[in-house]
């Protein structure tokens, strides 16, 4: 079954740093989210992304973060400047439609030191 | 505000036994969908079920039941036949009709018992 795929698995950044994380969604999924899980706390939600731009933020998803779809196959997330509260997973998802399930992949451990 | 509440934080069952994991949420919107999704310790978020508000009838999927009580905002997962692999965080969760978020639960871990 086709899955969505992000890496690098973990990421280690010094503070101030910029940090890209990667994801490649499902060959013909049009929607691609990304959501964030800081240690025992909740899945949060941060951005979807349709037809090359930015459908839904929330209020997390500030001048900090942006997305892009480089390419046919890549879905990025980039952090400016990262702090020590960015430290978190990172999700990925995609779905094939805006009403339809997404399907996350593994994530990434972005640690801030 | 959307809120999606478990007030299980962990709960074990023993194999081949039924357990049920409770969720509760606020809304206001009258068409939704509400999932289960599993995490288990290989990080990925697999989608166990999805139930959509207008339809009256619990969704099932194999050994994976829903009772979904609209009127009183609650989501339950029964896990029937419960097996070593089913051991995994469970995490609740809520999408308003129109909207690309989804709102999770915090979770509640399930440890399944030899």
């Known amino acids: 079954e086709p899955e969505v795929t992000q890496t690098p698995s973990h990421q280690v950044t010094q503070m101030g740093q910029e940090v890209i994380l990667r994801c490649v969604p499902i060959?013909?999924?049009?929607?691609f989210y990304w959501y964030r899980q800081i240690l025992g706390q909740k899945v949060e939600f941060l951005v979807s992304?349709?037809?090359?731009?930015?459908?839904?933020k929330s209020e997390i998803f500030d001048d900090q973060f942006s997305v892009e779809r480089p390419d046919g196959s890549n879905f990025t997330l980039k952090i400016r400047s990262t702090k020590l509260e960015d430290s978190a997973m990172y999700f990925c998802?995609?779905?094939?439609?805006?009403?339809?399930?997404?399907?996350f992949g593994d994530g990434t451990r972005l640690s801030i030191l | 505000a959307q809120t999606v509440t478990q007030s299980q934080p962990e709960m074990s069952v023993q194999e081949a036994e039924t357990v049920t994991l409770s969720c509760t949420y606020d809304?206001?919107?009258?068409?939704?969908?509400l999932f289960w999704y599993k995490q288990p310790p290989s990080r990925q978020m697999i989608l166990v079920i999805r139930?959509?508000?207008?339809?009256?009838q619990n969704a099932t999927e194999n050994r994976f039941s829903v009772n979904f009580q609209k009127a009183a905002k609650s989501f339950s997962l029964k896990i029937s036949d419960s097996q070593l692999g089913d051991a995994a965080m469970y995490f609740c969760?809520?999408?308003?009709?129109?909207?690309?978020?989804?709102?999770f639960g915090k979770g509640t871990r399930l440890h399944i018992l030899p």
């Open positions: 998802a995609s779905s094939p439609g805006g009403n339809q399930p997404q399907h």
């Open positions: 809304t206001s919107e009258s068409d939704y969908y």
């Open positions: 969760a809520y999408r308003a009709e129109g909207d690309d978020k989804i709102i």
């Open positions: 139930q959509e508000a207008y339809k009256q």
């Open positions: 060959s013909n999924h049009l929607y």
């Open positions: 992304f349709y037809n090359n731009e930015i459908s839904e």
